[in-house]
């Protein structure tokens, strides 16, 4: 079992940044996939980023790119979405998750064995 739990969300205007954190327990944190997700309203959950077990590898989804950047600190066993340039369609409830399969690291919400229960971030134009 891994329990998850976010931070950071918050209210900002266009251009700013946040860097949101998700804190987790229970197995080897190290030995498992991170990602975040995001859920606005109406629309389904949106895949953000990912990050390997160890930190070495990691993806995005385009419309982040050059933008959010995710690390990990497994000492802490934390792992970290540095949000900047947001714009209003970032606005979602952000959600991380945990993979138990090494390997390929997955988009799809259905892939991921834990959740947390998410942090609001809104962006206002």
């Known amino acids: 079992q891994v329990q998850l739990v976010e931070s950071g969300g918050g209210l900002v205007q266009a251009g700013d940044s946040l860097r949101l954190s998700c804190v987790a327990s229970g197995r080897t944190f190290s030995s498992v996939t991170m990602a975040w997700f995001r859920q606005a309203p109406g629309k389904e959950r949106e895949f953000v980023a990912a990050?390997?077990?160890?930190?070495?590898?990691?993806r995005y989804v385009d419309s982040v790119k050059g933008r959010f950047t995710i690390s990990r600190d497994n000492v802490k066993n934390t792992i970290y979405l540095q949000m900047n340039l947001l714009k209003p369609e970032d606005t979602a409830v952000y959600y991380c998750a945990a993979d138990n399969e090494y390997g390929v690291l997955k988009t799809t919400a259905n892939a991921y064995d834990y959740w947390g229960q998410g942090t609001q971030v809104t962006v206002s134009s």
């Open positions: 990050i390997s077990s160890g930190g070495g590898r990691s």
